[in-house]
């Protein structure tokens, strides 16, 4: 079993930049493959970001040149580093652990761009 916190949403105008971060329990954080995903009203969930946890990373294309998923093992978590911000991103951001058939979620942080 695997416990994901989300952390860092906020209110941020359009063009900042916020840092998320998901801390998950566990000794084996570094077979998992780690995702960011986010759902924002109506619209279904969305992958954003993904590692491997031989450090391959996949964006989607909305967001590509301007997040980076990264991962410190050490401290078993995952982070999503956001600049250039748009209204567009706004949704709830939820840290997913993959392995094998293997699936946990986080509870989501809401994360808003607006002026």
């Known amino acids: 079993q695997v416990q994901l916190v989300e952390s860092g949403g906020g209110l941020v105008q359009p063009g900042g930049s916020l840092r998320l971060s998901c801390a998950a329990t566990?000794?084996?954080?570094?077979?998992?493959?780690m995702g960011w995903y986010r759902q924002a009203p109506g619209k279904q969930r969305e992958l954003v970001a993904r590692?491997?946890?031989?450090?391959?990373?996949y964006y989607t294309d909305s967001v590509k040149g301007r997040f980076t998923i990264s991962r410190d093992n050490d401290k078993n978590t995952v982070f999503l580093q956001m600049n250039s911000l748009k209204p567009e991103d706004t949704a709830v951001y939820y840290c997913?652990?993959?392995?094998?058939?293997?699936?946990?979620w986080g509870q989501g942080t809401q994360v808003s761009v607006a002026s």
């Open positions: 997913k652990a993959d392995f094998g058939s293997q699936g946990y």
């Open positions: 590692t491997s946890s031989s450090g391959i990373t």
């Open positions: 566990g000794r084996i954080f570094r077979i998992y493959d």
